[in-house]
């Protein structure tokens, strides 16, 4: 069964860069057809999708965030990564990676991470 | 970027009713790639419905989805207790980039 787990600081101050690192087990993140992605979703709001990365390593990434996110992928340890620099309160929220195929749903989530900007 | 449109923000329905939410495209999705989410509180999104109208692994049948192009519909014949919760559309396919809908509140009435 195939598990996601982000972790990271769950605060990070006003201009900074929030950095998460999702772990994968039960299968490999070099698998291929698979896109590894980040979901946010800000306390009491709906859901925005971050950006993703591509088995083969290329990168997507939602327009609204794009001069901010950076996704990144490390085979070795079967993780991949978030850094979303500049953050403002704005940021705060819970994020959460997640996996879909090509032509396929998000169909595997992690719990979820809930991270604060704030000094 | 297609922009997906829910409706209504809540619905007030008591157990036992049917629930019928929409979710509305600002452009046609390509081959009917549109899912619907349930989320409950403190939970991440669960898959429900892909491909508009194909139960996801373990997704119980009182859980239907239909439309194509533009308008989908999720529909749930008889809510149990365990239905409450939020419900987000999706659209996905040959493009890497994914938008949700607004989400639509199934609440106790």
């Known amino acids: 069964q195939l598990q996601l787990q982000e972790s990271g600081p769950g605060l990070v101050k006003p201009s900074e860069t929030l950095s998460l690192t999702c772990t994968v087990s039960?299968?490999?993140?070099?698998?291929?057809?698979?896109?590894w992605g980040w979901i946010r979703q800000p306390p009491g709001k709906g859901l925005e999708w971050i950006g993703s990365?591509?088995?083969?390593?290329?990168?997507y990434y939602n327009p609204s965030l794009k001069s901010r996110v950076t996704i990144s992928v490390d085979t070795s340890k079967n993780q991949f990564s978030l850094k979303l620099s500049s953050v403002t309160a704005a940021d705060t929220a819970v994020y959460y990676c997640?996996?879909?195929?090509?032509?396929?749903?998000?169909?595997?989530w992690g719990q979820g991470t809930l991270v604060t900007v704030s000094s | 970027e297609i922009v997906l449109t829910q409706s209504p923000g809540t619905l007030s329905l008591s157990p036992g009713e049917r629930a019928t939410l929409s979710c509305r495209a600002s452009?046609?999705?390509?081959?009917?790639?549109l899912a619907w989410y349930q989320q409950k509180p403190g939970q991440a999104p669960r898959l429900l419905i892909y491909?508009?109208?194909s139960r996801a692994t373990g997704i119980p049948d009182r859980f239907s989805g239909s439309g194509s192009g533009t308008d989908f519909t999720l529909t749930i014949s008889r809510l149990e207790p365990e239905d409450f919760a939020v419900y987000y559309c999706?659209?996905?396919?040959?493009?890497?980039?994914?938008?949700f809908g607004g989400g639509t509140k199934v609440e106790i009435k």
């Open positions: 997640a996996r879909r195929g090509v032509y396929s749903p998000l169909d595997y």
């Open positions: 039960g299968g490999s993140i070099s698998s291929s057809s698979y896109y």
């Open positions: 990365i591509y088995y083969s390593g290329s990168t």
């Open positions: 452009q046609s999705v390509s081959s009917s790639y």
């Open positions: 491909g508009a109208s």
């Open positions: 999706q659209q996905y396919g040959s493009s890497p980039l994914l938008t």
